[in-house]
C-alpha cells in the first residue's frame, strides 16, 4: 500500500512539473507590465534593405574626423576640461535613406519619443544592423575609408565624470564665546553621457570629408 501511495505521488509530480502556467518572478512581472505600458513607434516609410546596402557599398571617398564634447554641468567642478576627447568609443555610420530621414525625423519629435514617458522610436531590427562602424583612437579620431558619394548620419556617446568638493557638516565646539560649528571638505564626482552625432555628406567620388562628431 505505502508503495503504492509513493507510486502515486511521483505521478503526480509529473503531471505538476507539466503545469500549463508557471507564476513569473516579481521582477518579470514588472518588466511585463512596463513593457506593456511603452508606446513604440517605427517609421511609416518602407525599409528598402537594396537601396541600404547599394548606399554601403565600397567607393573612393573617406569620412574621417574627431569625437568629442564640451562639458557643459561645470558649476562647482574641480578644474573641469574645456575639451573631452571620445576615446575608444565605436562611431555608427548610417546612410541617410528615405527610411532614415522617416526616423530621425520622429526620433528629434519629443512628444513621440520620450523614454520619461515611456514612448520610444524604433527602427527596424534589419535596419540597425546594415551600417559601418569605426573604433576611435585615445585622440577620438576615427576613419570610415572607401565611401561612395552620399549622404550619412555619425553617432556615439562619451561616458565622462566630473569631480565636485563639498563642505560636509563635522561637529559642534563649544566655547566661552558661544558655538561654533566646524566643516570638512568632501570630495564627490558625478559621471554624465554626451550623446555625439553629426550629418556628413560625401559630395563626390574620392573625396575626403572631415567632421567634428560633438554634441
Do not use: C, H
Not at 502556467?21 to 517605427?42: C, F, G, H, L, Q
Amino acid at each position: 500500500m505505502k508503495k503504492l501511495i509513493f507510486v502515486s505521488l511521483l505521478m503526480l509530480g509529473f503531471y505538476a512539473s507539466n503545469a500549463q502556467y508557471v507564476e513569473p518572478e516579481k521582477a518579470e512581472k514588472d518588466a511585463i507590465k512596463r513593457k506593456a505600458s511603452e508606446i513604440i513607434t517605427y517609421p511609416t516609410v518602407k525599409f528598402d534593405s537594396v537601396q541600404t546596402r547599394a548606399a554601403l557599398t565600397e567607393g573612393n571617398g573617406t569620412i574621417t574626423g574627431v569625437a568629442f564634447t564640451r562639458p557643459k554641468s561645470t558649476y562647482g567642478a574641480n578644474n573641469p576640461p574645456r575639451k573631452i576627447l571620445a576615446a575608444k568609443v565605436t562611431v555608427r555610420l548610417f546612410p541617410v535613406t528615405p527610411y532614415f530621414e522617416d526616423y530621425y525625423k520622429l526620433w528629434k519629435d519629443k512628444n513621440l519619443n520620450n523614454p520619461k514617458k515611456n514612448k520610444y522610436i524604433f527602427m527596424e531590427d534589419k535596419a540597425i544592423r546594415l551600417r559601418l562602424e569605426a573604433i576611435t583612437n585615445t585622440s577620438g579620431e576615427f576613419t570610415f575609408p572607401n565611401m561612395k558619394p552620399g549622404k550619412y548620419y555619425l553617432w556615439t556617446s562619451v561616458d565622462y565624470s566630473l569631480n565636485y568638493n563639498t563642505k560636509e557638516y563635522a561637529g559642534t565646539g563649544y566655547t566661552a564665546y558661544g558655538n561654533i560649528d566646524y566643516y570638512k571638505q568632501q570630495a564627490y564626482s558625478n559621471g554624465f553621457n554626451d550623446f555625439l552625432e553629426a550629418f556628413v555628406e560625401v559630395k563626390s567620388d574620392g573625396k575626403t570629408v572631415t567632421v567634428n562628431l560633438k554634441n
